[in-house]
C-alpha cells in the first residue's frame, strides 16, 4: 500500500479534472483518473504506469460509481482524495429553459456528486482521514442572469459541502468547496448547453450574457493549470479552507456579494428582529 496520498478525479477528460490529475501523477500521487470514455483519459495513464489507474465513470450511473471506487481502492488500497469535478452547464433564462436539460445537468452536478461522496466515505470513515475536494463555482455564490438552473446545482452543492463539513469533522475528514470565475476549460463549450433561441423580452438579460459567454469561451483569465496547483496546496494546508475562490473575479464577487448582504442585512435589522415573539 503506498504511503503517499491517493487521488480520485471525476471528469478528467478536459479542463480542471485533466490538469489537476496531470498535476498529482507528475507529484507522484496515486491517481484515478475518470471519464465516461476512458479512451480520452488513457493517455494521461499510460505515461505513469501503475501509479495511474484509467477507469469508465459516468457519475449518473450508480453501478459505475461502485464499480470504480471497488476498482480505485482494490488497485491502491484506498481513496484519501475525492475531486467531484464532472459537470455540465446550461444556458438560458429561467422561462425558456429546457426542464428535461436541466434534470440532466441536477443528475451530473448534485446528484452525481452526492453519490460519489456517499460512496467514498465509508472508507475515509473507517480510517479516520480523507479530503473531499467539490468543484463549485462563482455561481455558487453570487447567481448570474441566463445561468438561473446551473447556480442553483452549484448553490446546492455549496449547501452540501458545508453541511458535510460540519458532519465529518470530528471524523478527521476534511471538505474543500472550490469556486472558480472564468476559465479556460470547456464550461462555456462543448460541456453546456443553452435555449436554441432567446425571446425578444429576453435579449437584453439573457441574451446579451448568452452572446458574452460564448464569444468569451477560450480567452477566459483563469489558467487551469494554475488552478490545478492550487488546489493541491489547499488539500495540503495544514489549515485548509472551506472555500477556495479561483481567479480575481471570483474574488470579486465574491466581496461584492458580502457587501449586498450587509448593507440589506442591516437595513432591515429592525424588521427581521420584529418577527420574533416578545419575550415574556
Given at each position: 500500500m503506498t504511503s503517499k496520498p491517493v487521488w480520485f478525479i471525476t471528469g478528467c477528460s478536459t479542463g480542471f479534472g485533466r490538469e489537476l490529475a496531470r498535476h498529482t501523477l507528475e507529484l507522484g500521487y496515486p491517481t484515478v483518473v475518470t471519464a465516461r470514455d476512458p479512451k480520452q483519459v488513457e493517455d494521461l495513464a499510460r505515461q505513469h504506469g501503475d501509479n495511474a489507474l484509467a477507469l469508465k465513470l459516468d457519475v449518473t450511473r450508480g453501478e459505475d460509481i461502485a464499480s470504480a471506487v471497488s476498482a480505485a481502492e482494490k488497485h491502491f488500497g484506498r481513496i484519501d482524495v475525492l475531486v467531484n469535478n464532472a459537470g455540465i452547464g446550461y444556458f438560458g433564462s429561467l422561462e425558456e429553459s429546457d426542464i428535461d436539460e436541466v434534470r440532466k445537468m441536477f443528475e451530473i452536478n448534485v446528484w452525481g456528486l452526492a453519490n460519489m461522496t456517499r460512496a467514498?466515505?465509508?472508507?475515509?470513515?473507517?480510517?479516520?482521514?480523507?479530503?473531499?475536494?467539490?468543484?463549485?463555482?462563482?455561481?455558487?455564490l453570487v447567481a448570474n442572469v441566463a445561468v438561473s438552473f446551473y447556480a442553483a446545482t452549484k448553490f446546492s452543492v455549496e449547501a452540501l459541502s458545508e453541511s458535510l463539513s460540519k458532519e465529518v469533522a470530528h471524523l478527521g475528514i476534511k471538505v474543500l468547496i472550490v469556486e472558480p470565475s472564468g476559465f479556460r476549460t470547456d464550461w462555456a463549450g462543448r460541456s453546456a448547453n443553452e435555449v436554441p433561441q432567446t425571446m425578444e423580452d429576453y435579449q437584453p438579460s439573457a441574451g446579451a450574457r448568452l452572446k458574452m459567454l460564448r464569444e468569451f469561451s477560450g480567452n477566459q483569465p483563469g489558467d487551469p493549470v494554475r488552478a490545478a496547483k492550487a488546489i493541491v496546496q489547499a488539500v495540503e494546508a495544514e489549515d485548509p479552507p472551506l472555500r477556495l475562490l479561483l481567479g480575481k473575479e471570483a474574488l470579486l464577487n465574491a466581496r461584492k456579494k458580502i457587501t449586498e448582504l450587509q448593507r440589506d442585512f442591516d437595513a432591515w435589522a429592525e424588521v427581521t428582529e420584529s418577527a420574533d415573539a416578545p419575550k415574556a
Open positions: 467514498v466515505l465509508p472508507g475515509m470513515r473507517k480510517r479516520r482521514s480523507g479530503t473531499i475536494v467539490n468543484i463549485s463555482s462563482q455561481g455558487g
